[in-house]
């Protein structure tokens, strides 16, 4: 099975940091195909540069279903462009945030969401609102540190994840954390032991549940709001 | 005051059709800003649309800011790309599918969404959760007639428009109703007259709503998800 | 245009205060009728309060649709008898507690309310969860100051306010604030020069919603809750 | 144990109605004190009626608190001036539309309401989202029949209310009917038998769940929205 | 009348609190029947606990029916086998925790639950979900204290009830307390002496509430998913 | 990786039909152990046999752990005791209805659930309000046949359910379907071809999400209401 992660930030050292963690977390017998959304913004930290990335992605999208591969992983925690990208694709698609928050649930009563920046909380929480997880989610904190600090893996960028990480156990009452940035991904595991608890990374899950997926058969619905578009939208 | 409105679709008949539901919507005073995003998609309809759309929209709001303008509308009943726009603008934005449906929920108890094609009914679904307004919408019901032939005025479109509206009214309990895409304006005057309730269109609510929070000095906040992008995102 | 602002309260001081804020906020073009609920009790603050102003707040309701205004402000920010109202009236009728939610949420992802005493938060909840606008609302704050001392100006009163907004921001994660009571309307400008954020106080906010629905031709459906009473009822 | 009925109707015929209603549902030990809202509007159709009505009743509980009684209810469906009735009494209040819809939810899955006329839905689904019960409620129906006609028990008027209740069970799935309207009490028991399931009326719901709290000695609590008025208030 | 109440804990000494409780809370004329899951777990701290206790409070339900009972009550906040008890029995079942919450929704705006442990917090979350009855649920606190030690009435167990509950109050802004757990009954009293509110207990509460429906003439219904079982299940 | 199934039911006959579907649905390098609740009622179809089918169920999950397996799957729709195998194993735990739900929301804006009798629909509907995917589900439609009937694949049966699954996507708005019960299984694929859109069935969707979780080393949190039972629990 083939699998494409699309990384729709433009950065080539993030989009290699998400091929490192991609590379650990495949399933057995899957071959990855890993891409970023060159052209776009180097990094995804609000409205704007989702959307500025979008086009770039789904470009990739249609050159890795040109290539043939069973299933997408969107590997931004926005979720950058996931209904676009279900229209496009013939396998399944996933969002590493839809993916962490799913996976979140089946191990854990509410989980809390540590993620980057303030910027980036409504746009989560209009997702989880969407996905109909909002109320299974004890709380949404950001660390307050930039995307590419986060990949530089400083100090100050893992003290502030910390603080949270614990906040959200002690004073939101979760029992699971969802790390809210791919970034992060490397975290997830001395976390998870630190603190004694499920730490999901939205990398792992997105892989895996896109296997599920694929796996089973299961493919994006074309009778509704996903199906393929009309030949006008491809001039 | 001088207000922007963009039409997100490129279709230039389309842009004409909002100029002409603008310039008679539009309240005293108000200078009109008329544009449409040239170099996207003819006309949205489903998200892949949508996401190609956006980049040239913003362009338009860049550009519109660069002219001084007060405020914007964004003249898709999809609100395409609002979020966005509001990182970008120093006035006002707000979304004909947000206006409208805004001042639905003022003059009535309960409304329905009347719109084109059924693929465009998520993204209307998911628009209402996130504004919060999903509790006010009795129902959502799709013409079957595509964006470009309700601009064109067929009378197959028009009588599927009127059916459904009539079902809105009577089998879904509402008490007014949205029309749910830019095209069908023209239709909002007769309708009303002939259901005997609120029929509410989009690029007057539109209007209407940025003026009003012009004119009351409200902006859009900087302090969460609508920030200024950073510096990286313009480049 | 001629519109109806209703201070429910009978206090004249209040009315006066209101007719102030309301004579700054008016858009251009409007011709104010300015009337308070003499008879009923000095200030709303609870439900018993809230009962037995409506009935003389409908006489003014009635006094202003003979009198040919074309639409009304409720000038409360419990929205006090706003239903009732809408049936009484020919025009769009807007309560300042709803104007000012709206209003919030078109510049604001999440906005939380800064009101006069804890004995208003149940009503205000129940009409945001009625509104349908509770998902948006970031915290319900009460500054513990009784509404004709926040009339008064007290610095007391001022402090409190300003006490609640900065919690409402840090800890609520609030990225407006909506001022919940007639009374605090002087302060809006003040605050949101002090805080960087939107603050939206009510009569703007309903004078400006009124007016945009006017202008727009909309005015309340009689289809459903909001008939015409039948004639008994005038009795 | 003296327990006081309140009709918000004026109308004589309907506050012995339920009177009669009362007597029969009368829990063992109760003393009946029944009055009727003399002054105020013959029947409650509508939030005109509702907002008229409130004060004359509020005098009646302020009468029934003089002489001594330990509970209310308040016996319209709307549960007309609930909260202020809360603020004045000592004992519990309860109103018939609240009492049926919790006493339905604790012999059923899912209740559907089957009330007068199409005006009053929205009260009754506004009062069901703020009590909580909304996601228990399968439909709300009215059989449109006014509630003078109900209380007449006209063939027609059986012969609606019939109807609604068979649409309810088989269409919307509710495996419990409540009777929307005071003056529907004396139907409760034939339909139960009729429709093989459990038909809630509210003057027995009111009576029970009030003599239940009162013996179990709770009354409305005081520390937050239901404050026993100031002062002020009183004058 | 006689009234089942069923302890589906096994703790002997458990089952004698409440029957203490149960016997001073019964309505005048309630003949009481108490029992307990003898040959399940002694105390109820948990899923595996509550799934092990079902079959035996099951049996104590059965009995009960041929001892002809005309309802019953479930003595454990977890509302531990309502569903299942629902379906055996021909008069109404109410749980102590719903119970509570009703109550505390007719005597106050908002409630906050105090309960023993932290492992206990889902069960009753997911139990006011399905109720309808989160959104009136200001907060669900843990005191930290097993079962088996509230009921030994230490002072350590007491002042971390008092603790939450002041917490409750002054922190998540309830204005009513429900008691979370069948040994806290006998506090009641005493801590709404201390605080000032309505403090509800579950046995009190399931008495008065199962006797108001059984006088009313309501059992559940048999139409949905309360339907007796087939016989297949009583093999 | 060893996972085990489940089957809460006690029948042969199903768990032999269950091994059947687990057999042809689990992932590469997978081995099952496939058992069933002997001890147990034949078939679960209502609140009474899934309390008694618990105990007996929970004994094999501890078999299974003590067999040293990776996960579990629950095979039973209702997700019949999910939360107390959570707390006894140490793996993640599944159960095929919320497996199923999940996986339907990936690949789809809304599904439906087509399952059995009328009698399982509150417990479907309970659940999904718990799991939060409530606003995911478009309808919930019972086939009205038994389970054994199902099983054993009765022209009448499926004529039944196509029936459902019909009505589901044309007039519930479904773009998926979710077969609600583990006997409808064989029938997905042929269901899928037939309508045009994912068909997913819980014994796939389990075993491939167990699967997922496994393979990413996520487990259920014991930090809050998963927690281990103590000792007293397992006498």
Do not use: Q
């Not at 980036?120 to 209009?126: C, E, N, Q, T, Y």
């Not at 990480?165 to 791919?182: F, K, N, P, S, Y």
Request: net charge negative; charged share 20%; proline share 6%.
């Amino acid at each position: 099975m083939r699998l494409h992660v699309v990384n729709p930030n433009a950065s080539a050292g993030m989009t290699e940091g998400i091929r490192a963690a991609a590379a650990k977390a495949a399933p057995a017998g899957v071959e990855l195909m890993v891409t970023g959304a060159a052209g776009g913004p180097p990094s995804i930290e609000g409205p704007v540069d989702g959307a500025m990335a979008v086009p770039w992605m789904l470009k990739r999208i249609e050159e890795a279903e040109a290539a043939g591969v069973d299933g997408h992983v969107i590997a931004c925690f926005d979720d950058t462009g996931l209904d676009a990208a279900r229209c496009l694709a013939r396998g399944p698609v996933v969002g590493i945030g839809e993916a962490a928050a799913h996976c979140a649930t089946l191990v854990a009563d509410r989980f809390a969401v540590v993620t980057s920046v303030p910027e980036a909380l409504p746009v989560l929480r209009g997702n989880l609102a969407r996905y109909g997880l909002a109320s299974r989610c004890a709380g949404l904190r950001a660390a307050g540190v930039p995307v590419l600090d986060i990949d530089a893996g400083t100090p100050e960028a893992l003290a502030a994840i910390r603080r949270e990480t614990r906040a959200a156990l002690d004073e939101d009452g979760a029992d699971a954390i969802v790390l809210g940035c791919a970034g992060m991904a490397a975290l997830a595991a001395d976390l998870s032991e630190e603190f004694g608890c499920p730490v999901v990374e939205g990398i792992t899950a997105g892989l895996s549940l896109v296997h599920a997926l694929a796996t089973s058969g299961l493919r994006t619905s074309k009778r509704g709001g996903y199906a393929t578009p009309r030949k006008k939208t491809a001039e």
